[in-house]
Protein backbone atom coordinates (compact mmCIF):
# COMPACT_ATOMS: atom_id res chain seq x y z
CA UNK A 1 0.00 0.00 0.00
CA UNK A 2 1.15 3.55 -0.92
CA UNK A 3 2.38 5.53 1.87
CA UNK A 4 0.09 8.85 2.32
CA UNK A 5 1.19 11.57 -0.55
CA UNK A 6 2.91 8.82 -2.58
CA UNK A 7 0.81 7.22 -5.88
CA UNK A 8 2.42 4.22 -6.86
CA UNK A 9 1.75 2.28 -10.22
CA UNK A 10 -0.01 -0.77 -10.22
CA UNK A 11 1.57 -2.10 -13.33
CA UNK A 12 5.25 -1.28 -12.83
CA UNK A 13 5.31 0.47 -9.19
CA UNK A 14 6.67 3.63 -10.23
CA UNK A 15 6.53 6.70 -7.53
CA UNK A 16 4.53 9.36 -8.49
CA UNK A 17 4.76 12.97 -6.57
CA UNK A 18 0.69 13.73 -7.16
CA UNK A 19 -2.59 11.69 -8.65
CA UNK A 20 -2.24 13.95 -12.09
CA UNK A 21 1.25 12.49 -12.39
CA UNK A 22 0.10 9.30 -11.65
CA UNK A 23 -2.50 9.98 -14.45
CA UNK A 24 -0.46 11.43 -17.14
CA UNK A 25 1.81 7.85 -16.39
CA UNK A 26 -0.72 5.78 -16.93
CA UNK A 27 -1.52 7.43 -20.53
CA UNK A 28 1.58 6.42 -21.49
CA UNK A 29 1.28 3.20 -20.69
CA UNK A 30 -2.36 3.31 -22.70
CA UNK A 31 -0.46 4.44 -25.60
CA UNK A 32 2.10 2.16 -25.27
CA UNK A 33 5.19 4.73 -24.85
CA UNK A 34 6.06 2.67 -21.98
CA UNK A 35 6.70 -0.90 -20.85
CA UNK A 36 5.63 -2.80 -17.72
CA UNK A 37 8.72 -1.94 -16.39
CA UNK A 38 8.06 1.82 -16.85
CA UNK A 39 10.96 1.91 -19.34
CA UNK A 40 10.74 4.14 -22.44
CA UNK A 41 9.44 1.80 -25.32
CA UNK A 42 12.03 2.52 -28.45
CA UNK A 43 9.65 3.75 -31.54
CA UNK A 44 10.40 2.90 -35.00
CA UNK A 45 12.36 5.76 -36.61
CA UNK A 46 10.98 6.87 -40.41
CA UNK A 47 14.26 5.19 -41.94
CA UNK A 48 14.37 2.21 -40.03
CA UNK A 49 14.16 -0.90 -41.69
CA UNK A 50 11.91 -4.17 -40.29
CA UNK A 51 12.98 -8.30 -41.03
CA UNK A 52 10.08 -9.60 -43.36
CA UNK A 53 11.22 -12.61 -40.91
CA UNK A 54 10.43 -11.69 -37.54
CA UNK A 55 9.88 -8.49 -37.06
CA UNK A 56 12.71 -6.83 -35.89
CA UNK A 57 13.89 -3.14 -37.03
CA UNK A 58 17.39 -1.73 -37.66
CA UNK A 59 18.69 1.99 -38.18
CA UNK A 60 20.04 0.80 -41.86
CA UNK A 61 18.91 -1.57 -44.79
CA UNK A 62 22.45 -2.52 -44.77
CA UNK A 63 22.19 -4.12 -41.20
CA UNK A 64 18.40 -5.31 -42.03
CA UNK A 65 20.42 -7.35 -44.83
CA UNK A 66 23.10 -8.47 -42.87
CA UNK A 67 20.66 -9.86 -40.08
CA UNK A 68 18.05 -11.29 -42.78
CA UNK A 69 20.98 -13.87 -43.97
CA UNK A 70 22.53 -14.60 -40.60
CA UNK A 71 19.59 -15.23 -38.93
CA UNK A 72 17.32 -16.13 -41.28
CA UNK A 73 19.80 -17.90 -43.95
CA UNK A 74 17.08 -21.03 -44.74
CA UNK A 75 13.88 -19.19 -45.03
CA UNK A 76 11.61 -20.37 -47.41
CA UNK A 77 10.51 -16.44 -48.00
CA UNK A 78 11.72 -14.54 -51.03
CA UNK A 79 10.74 -11.84 -52.73
CA UNK A 80 10.58 -11.43 -56.42
CA UNK A 81 9.81 -8.87 -59.00
CA UNK A 82 6.26 -9.83 -60.83
CA UNK A 83 7.10 -7.99 -63.76
CA UNK A 84 10.66 -8.31 -64.49
CA UNK A 85 11.61 -12.01 -62.14
CA UNK A 86 14.47 -10.02 -60.40
CA UNK A 87 15.05 -11.11 -56.66
CA UNK A 88 15.68 -8.98 -53.87
CA UNK A 89 16.53 -9.38 -50.28
CA UNK A 90 13.90 -7.16 -48.55
CA UNK A 91 9.80 -6.98 -49.10
CA UNK A 92 10.95 -3.37 -48.87
CA UNK A 93 13.07 -3.45 -51.69
CA UNK A 94 11.23 -5.36 -53.91
CA UNK A 95 8.30 -3.11 -53.41
CA UNK A 96 10.23 0.50 -54.74
CA UNK A 97 11.44 -1.56 -57.61
CA UNK A 98 8.14 -2.49 -58.96
CA UNK A 99 6.87 0.86 -58.97
CA UNK A 100 8.98 1.52 -61.87
CA UNK A 101 7.18 -0.93 -63.87
CA UNK A 102 3.76 -0.05 -65.85
CA UNK A 103 1.04 -1.70 -63.28
CA UNK A 104 -1.48 -1.71 -66.06
CA UNK A 105 0.41 -4.79 -67.15
CA UNK A 106 -0.47 -6.84 -63.57
CA UNK A 107 -3.89 -6.44 -65.18
CA UNK A 108 -3.59 -8.29 -68.14
CA UNK A 109 -4.11 -11.79 -66.51
CA UNK A 110 -3.90 -14.02 -70.27
CA UNK A 111 -0.13 -13.06 -69.98
CA UNK A 112 0.45 -14.02 -66.02
CA UNK A 113 2.68 -16.96 -65.83
CA UNK A 114 3.24 -18.91 -62.86
CA UNK A 115 6.91 -20.91 -61.57
CA UNK A 116 6.13 -24.52 -61.21
CA UNK A 117 9.08 -25.12 -59.16
CA UNK A 118 8.56 -22.49 -56.47
CA UNK A 119 4.84 -21.00 -57.50
CA UNK A 120 5.25 -18.12 -57.86
CA UNK A 121 3.05 -15.76 -60.12
CA UNK A 122 4.87 -13.41 -62.59
CA UNK A 123 2.71 -11.00 -64.60
CA UNK A 124 4.82 -12.02 -68.16
CA UNK A 125 6.35 -15.22 -69.67
CA UNK A 126 9.75 -12.93 -69.92
CA UNK A 127 10.06 -12.20 -66.02
CA UNK A 128 9.14 -16.35 -66.03
CA UNK A 129 11.77 -17.19 -68.12
CA UNK A 130 14.69 -14.89 -66.33
CA UNK A 131 13.50 -16.45 -63.22
CA UNK A 132 14.00 -19.89 -63.92
CA UNK A 133 17.50 -18.84 -65.33
CA UNK A 134 18.74 -16.86 -62.49
CA UNK A 135 16.92 -19.06 -59.69
CA UNK A 136 16.47 -22.43 -60.61
CA UNK A 137 18.97 -23.20 -63.76
CA UNK A 138 21.72 -20.72 -61.76
CA UNK A 139 24.20 -23.57 -61.78
CA UNK A 140 23.60 -24.49 -65.36
CA UNK A 141 24.92 -20.74 -66.23
CA UNK A 142 27.80 -21.43 -64.13
CA UNK A 143 28.82 -23.89 -66.62
CA UNK A 144 27.68 -22.36 -69.80
CA UNK A 145 28.12 -18.82 -69.85
CA UNK A 146 27.15 -16.60 -71.70
CA UNK A 147 29.37 -16.02 -75.25
CA UNK A 148 31.43 -12.68 -75.38
CA UNK A 149 33.48 -11.44 -78.15
CA UNK A 150 37.19 -11.00 -77.34
CA UNK A 151 38.01 -7.38 -75.58
CA UNK A 152 38.84 -4.84 -77.43
CA UNK A 153 41.88 -3.44 -78.02
CA UNK A 154 41.58 -0.51 -75.41
CA UNK A 155 42.49 -0.91 -71.47
CA UNK A 156 41.40 1.53 -68.39
CA UNK A 157 42.98 2.17 -65.61
CA UNK A 158 40.99 2.33 -62.57
CA UNK A 159 41.39 4.61 -59.28
CA UNK A 160 43.93 1.49 -58.16
CA UNK A 161 46.34 1.53 -60.82
CA UNK A 162 45.34 -1.26 -62.56
CA UNK A 163 44.79 -1.93 -66.40
CA UNK A 164 42.02 -3.63 -67.14
CA UNK A 165 41.03 -4.59 -70.67
CA UNK A 166 37.70 -3.09 -72.15
CA UNK A 167 34.69 -5.19 -73.25
CA UNK A 168 32.21 -4.21 -75.09
CA UNK A 169 28.51 -5.26 -76.79
CA UNK A 170 28.52 -6.29 -80.47
CA UNK A 171 24.63 -5.98 -80.45
CA UNK A 172 23.82 -2.49 -79.33
CA UNK A 173 27.89 -0.90 -78.06
CA UNK A 174 27.65 -0.86 -74.55
CA UNK A 175 30.58 -0.97 -72.94
CA UNK A 176 32.32 -2.76 -69.90
CA UNK A 177 35.67 -3.27 -68.00
CA UNK A 178 34.15 -6.66 -66.32
CA UNK A 179 33.17 -9.81 -68.31
CA UNK A 180 30.64 -10.94 -65.69
CA UNK A 181 28.51 -7.48 -66.45
CA UNK A 182 28.36 -7.77 -69.88
CA UNK A 183 27.21 -11.44 -69.37
CA UNK A 184 24.71 -10.39 -67.27
CA UNK A 185 24.15 -7.21 -69.71
CA UNK A 186 23.61 -9.63 -72.77
CA UNK A 187 21.21 -12.13 -70.90
CA UNK A 188 18.55 -9.25 -69.52
CA UNK A 189 19.17 -7.00 -72.82
CA UNK A 190 19.07 -9.09 -75.69
CA UNK A 191 17.36 -12.59 -76.31
CA UNK A 192 18.86 -15.76 -77.21
CA UNK A 193 17.72 -15.53 -80.75
CA UNK A 194 19.93 -11.96 -80.86
CA UNK A 195 22.97 -13.49 -79.32
CA UNK A 196 23.10 -16.80 -81.65
CA UNK A 197 22.09 -14.64 -85.00
CA UNK A 198 24.84 -14.93 -87.53
CA UNK A 199 25.01 -11.47 -88.95
CA UNK A 200 24.97 -10.50 -92.72
CA UNK A 201 28.44 -8.76 -91.86
CA UNK A 202 30.53 -6.45 -89.23
CA UNK A 203 32.03 -3.33 -88.56
CA UNK A 204 35.09 -3.26 -87.33
CA UNK A 205 36.44 -0.40 -85.43
CA UNK A 206 39.23 1.96 -86.88
CA UNK A 207 40.43 2.92 -83.60
CA UNK A 208 40.32 -0.41 -81.24
CA UNK A 209 39.70 -3.07 -83.43
CA UNK A 210 36.39 -3.95 -81.71
CA UNK A 211 33.66 -5.68 -84.38
CA UNK A 212 29.81 -4.78 -84.57
CA UNK A 213 27.12 -6.60 -85.97
CA UNK A 214 25.38 -2.89 -87.01
CA UNK A 215 25.87 0.37 -87.87
CA UNK A 216 23.51 1.96 -84.87
CA UNK A 217 26.26 -0.61 -82.49
CA UNK A 218 28.64 0.74 -83.93
CA UNK A 219 27.86 4.63 -83.30
CA UNK A 220 26.71 3.88 -80.21
CA UNK A 221 30.18 2.41 -79.14
CA UNK A 222 32.13 5.23 -80.86
CA UNK A 223 31.10 7.13 -77.96
CA UNK A 224 32.75 5.67 -75.27
CA UNK A 225 36.07 6.79 -77.26
CA UNK A 226 38.04 9.39 -75.52
CA UNK A 227 41.18 11.46 -76.82
CA UNK A 228 43.01 10.35 -73.83
CA UNK A 229 42.20 6.31 -74.22
CA UNK A 230 45.11 3.88 -74.22
CA UNK A 231 45.57 1.15 -76.41
CA UNK A 232 47.28 -2.33 -76.38
CA UNK A 233 49.12 -3.00 -79.96
CA UNK A 234 49.25 -7.11 -79.82
CA UNK A 235 47.91 -9.53 -76.95
CA UNK A 236 51.65 -9.91 -75.87
CA UNK A 237 51.50 -6.18 -74.55
CA UNK A 238 47.42 -6.97 -72.82
CA UNK A 239 49.53 -10.20 -71.23
CA UNK A 240 51.88 -7.47 -69.96
CA UNK A 241 50.31 -4.61 -69.13
CA UNK A 242 46.46 -5.79 -67.69
CA UNK A 243 46.52 -6.74 -64.03
CA UNK A 244 43.30 -8.82 -63.77
CA UNK A 245 42.67 -10.74 -66.09
CA UNK A 246 39.38 -13.08 -66.59
CA UNK A 247 40.80 -16.39 -66.13
CA UNK A 248 37.91 -18.32 -68.64
CA UNK A 249 39.65 -16.02 -71.29
CA UNK A 250 42.33 -17.00 -73.16
CA UNK A 251 43.24 -15.68 -76.84
CA UNK A 252 44.86 -18.57 -78.02
CA UNK A 253 41.70 -20.57 -77.78
CA UNK A 254 40.03 -17.62 -79.95
CA UNK A 255 39.58 -18.85 -83.52
CA UNK A 256 39.38 -16.11 -85.79
CA UNK A 257 36.69 -16.28 -87.77
CA UNK A 258 35.02 -13.14 -87.17
CA UNK A 259 37.39 -11.33 -89.99
CA UNK A 260 35.48 -13.23 -93.06
CA UNK A 261 32.65 -11.23 -92.30
CA UNK A 262 34.11 -7.69 -91.73
CA UNK A 263 33.29 -5.73 -95.41
CA UNK A 264 37.04 -4.93 -96.93
CA UNK A 265 35.94 -1.77 -98.59
CA UNK A 266 33.10 -0.17 -96.58
CA UNK A 267 34.26 -0.07 -92.78
CA UNK A 268 33.16 3.56 -91.37
CA UNK A 269 35.52 6.05 -91.24
CA UNK A 270 34.74 8.16 -88.10
CA UNK A 271 38.48 10.25 -87.91
CA UNK A 272 39.32 11.68 -90.67
CA UNK A 273 43.35 12.34 -89.13
CA UNK A 274 44.84 10.89 -86.45
CA UNK A 275 48.45 10.06 -84.85
CA UNK A 276 49.72 7.78 -82.75
CA UNK A 277 52.14 8.12 -80.07
CA UNK A 278 54.00 5.65 -77.67
CA UNK A 279 53.81 5.93 -73.79
CA UNK A 280 54.96 3.18 -71.20
CA UNK A 281 52.58 2.51 -68.74
CA UNK A 282 53.80 0.16 -66.01
CA UNK A 283 56.54 -0.17 -67.54
CA UNK A 284 54.67 -1.58 -71.11
CA UNK A 285 54.64 0.40 -74.58
CA UNK A 286 51.07 0.98 -75.35
CA UNK A 287 49.15 3.02 -78.09
CA UNK A 288 47.84 6.83 -77.10
CA UNK A 289 45.18 7.95 -79.75
CA UNK A 290 45.18 11.50 -80.38
CA UNK A 291 42.71 13.41 -82.41
CA UNK A 292 44.10 16.00 -83.72
CA UNK A 293 46.14 15.44 -86.39
CA UNK A 294 48.16 12.56 -88.78
CA UNK A 295 48.12 11.26 -92.11
CA UNK A 296 47.32 7.77 -91.47
CA UNK A 297 44.26 5.92 -90.49
CA UNK A 298 43.08 6.03 -86.72
CA UNK A 299 43.54 2.67 -85.12
CA UNK A 300 46.27 1.76 -88.21
CA UNK A 301 49.68 0.47 -87.08
CA UNK A 302 52.64 1.00 -89.70
CA UNK A 303 54.65 -2.59 -90.26
CA UNK A 304 57.92 -1.27 -88.31
CA UNK A 305 55.53 -0.85 -84.80
CA UNK A 306 53.78 -3.91 -85.41
CA UNK A 307 57.73 -5.74 -85.84
CA UNK A 308 58.49 -3.76 -82.69
CA UNK A 309 55.86 -4.69 -80.31
CA UNK A 310 57.44 -8.34 -80.81
CA UNK A 311 60.66 -7.36 -79.67
CA UNK A 312 61.61 -8.42 -76.04
CA UNK A 313 60.61 -5.30 -74.11
CA UNK A 314 63.99 -4.48 -72.61
CA UNK A 315 65.19 -3.91 -76.18
CA UNK A 316 62.49 -1.64 -77.13
CA UNK A 317 63.06 0.10 -74.34
CA UNK A 318 66.93 0.69 -74.89
CA UNK A 319 66.57 1.39 -78.47
Known amino acids: MSAKGQHNCV ?17 KHANKEIDTRGKAVKTKKENDTQCDMCGKTFESV ?3 IRHRFKVHPNSPTKFFCH ?18 HD ?25 LDYHCRSIHKRMVHLFQPIATPPPSNKIKVNSMNDALSVYYCHLCGAEYVIKFNLQRHLERAHTQE ?102 DEPGATNDSSDSDSELPLKQRICS
Open 11 to 27: LCNTELESKEALQAHFR
Open 62 to 64: TAT
Open 194 to 295: EREAVPEDLIKCTVCAALFCSKRAYEVHNTYHQPNDLYVTSEQQRLQTVTKVDQDFDIRRVEGVAEKYVPKDNTPKRLAKSWHKLKRTQNVEVRQTDYSSSD
Open 103 to 127: SSESKRTELHKKCEDCDVLFYNGKA
Open 83 to 100: YCGMQFPLKTHRDNHQTS
